[in-house]
């Protein structure tokens, strides 16, 4: 037995960092418990690894949860669009254009300072 699989029988099997979501109202969920996870003292890293999800995962659905904090009514009309098979990724950039279109950004950064949203920046962007 080569050195490789008796280093993957003792650590077992390989475990997942990221589960898979599906709807907004999971991302919005899971954005949450990273958000408590931050204000509960860990840092961003800690916190991603202890809810189970990386970091690009977030930054990139970050837009729905932002959406749904400043303005409920303008996500459900969204949400309301939303067609089955679209991805969550579509649908966060459709609420990332409505938070531009309805001059809500101030809002936004106001709570990403008070502590009521993750400051997070896509990387490359």
């Known amino acids: 037995m080569d050195s490789w699989r008796s280093k993957r029988k003792r650590m077992g099997p390989p475990k997942r960092l990221v589960s898979e979501f599906l709807t907004p109202e999971e991302a919005i969920t899971r954005y949450k418990r990273v958000l408590e996870a931050v204000n509960k003292g860990n840092n961003k890293t800690a916190a991603y690894r202890a809810v189970g999800v990386d970091r690009k995962t977030i930054a990139d659905t970050a837009g729905i949860a932002e959406l749904h904090a400043v303005n409920p009514g303008i ?51």
Do not use: H, W
């Not at 950039?93 to 009521?116: H, P, R, S, Y």
């Open 75 to 125: 996500y459900q009309d969204i949400r309301g669009t939303l067609k089955k098979g679209e991805t969550l990724l579509r649908f966060s950039e459709m609420c990332k254009a409505a938070i531009k279109d309805q001059n809500l950004e101030g809002k936004v950064q106001d709570l990403k300072t008070n502590g009521g949203l993750l400051s997070i920046n896509p990387k490359g962007k």
